[in-house]
């Protein structure tokens, strides 16, 4: 019982607590020193992405550039470049508020990824495909005049290629199911996710003759969080080595059948015979011309213009017809079928 305190020693604490507190209003508080490169730190953000997830993301969409450069390639029939300029995270609010006016907004899904993510073009690279597809210049002049229906059915045109290249870009990882959900040019409209939702957003650089835009991806966390595990870039590679025995004899297989179904040219040739241009140009309906063919000599079969094959003339099913009799090897064939030998 000695070591509770009474009411006038409690009494007589609270009020020297109440004397010390009235005293801190004349204690100036410690400038903060501020520099222009400090920026706030967001805690609610901390760690969402981690490292090598944001270096699996860098490999995938370094391969998604590259598919890029080529469709847009052979869509606007010019050279153009595509590269990964910059890989950020930050909230969704934050990203929101750096969009241009006016802009192209893309809305897909790709599960099993939850929830949409964004495709944005910037104003230069949406003028700078459309003007091109319309058979003007790339730099196309004013970038601030809203889009028009137009504008916006030629965009979506060129997102269905894109939209398969994103597809194939994953594939390593995740097998994707990508769609178009729909197309905005307003950001109230393309809320994907809460304002706080932390995000990250790929930035690449799109460059065709002096012109530049830029296409950005914003994924939000919640969207990537179902296939969070597979961003590991050893996941990537390990894919890549299991996977090339198996594709490179799927490749053989598939090219070995295109090969065989290819079409050439198969031409029977007689020997040459002698005419004068005047009785090239007397000919008439009727008239015999002689060959300097024997019946019993063999004609010379060419492949694509070059002789391949002796054959014999005659009739099938109504028809002429030449059958094969003999192979003519090649002085090239002969050398290696030699060098074949003297190995053996």
């Known amino acids: 019982m000695a070591d509770k305190l009474t009411q006038s020693e409690i009494d007589a604490l609270l009020a020297s607590l109440t004397a010390t507190g009235s005293d801190d209003s004349s204690i100036e508080p410690t400038p903060v020193e501020t ?49 990964v300029s910059a890989i950020e995270e930050g909230s969704f609010n934050e990203f929101n508020n750096s969009l241009p006016s006016p802009v192209i907004l893309t809305i897909l899904q790709a599960p099993p990824m939850a929830g949409r993510l964004l495709m944005v073009f910037s104003p230069e690279c949406a003028y700078m495909i459309i003007n091109r597809l319309l058979g003007g210049v790339s730099d196309g002049g004013d970038h601030t005049k809203p889009f028009s229906e137009i504008d916006l059915a030629i965009i979506e045109r060129t997102l269905r290629p894109l939209c398969n290249g994103f597809t194939e870009a994953w594939e390593r990882i995740v097998q994707l199911d990508t769609s178009l959900e729909r197309i905005e040019t307003s950001s109230q409209f393309s809320q994907i996710t809460s304002l706080g939702e932390a995000t990250i957003v790929i930035m ?18 919640t969207t990537i969080e ?46 040459e015979t002698a005419a004068s241009v005047s009785d090239v140009y007397n000919l008439r309906i009727g008239d015999v011309i002689r060959l300097d063919h024997r019946v019993d000599e063999p004609l010379r079969v060419r492949v694509a ?24 090897h090649t002085d090239e064939e002969l050398d290696k079928s030699d060098q074949l030998v003297f190995r053996g």
Do not use: W
């Open 204 to 221: 690449l650089t799109v460059r065709t003759g002096d012109m530049e835009g830029f296409i950005s991806f914003c994924i939000p966390h």
């Open 226 to 271: 179902p296939i969070s595990k597979a961003l590991v870039a050893r996941n990537y590679f390990h894919s890549v080595s299991n996977a090339s025995e198996t594709l490179r004899a799927e490749f053989y297989a598939h090219t070995k059948q295109k090969v065989n179904r290819a079409g050439v040219g198969l031409t029977a040739y007689f020997n």
């Open 305 to 328: 213009h070059v002789e391949k094959f002796r054959a014999l003339l005659g009739s099938f099913g109504g028809n002429y017809a030449i059958k094969v009799s003999d192979v003519v």
């Open 35 to 83: 520099h222009d490169h400090v920026r706030s730190y967001d805690f609610r953000t901390a760690n969402r992405f981690p490292k090598e997830q944001i270096r699996t993301l860098n490999i995938v969409f370094q391969n998604f550039a590259q598919l890029c450069t080529n469709q847009l390639t052979a869509l606007l029939r010019t050279p153009c470049e595509c590269e």
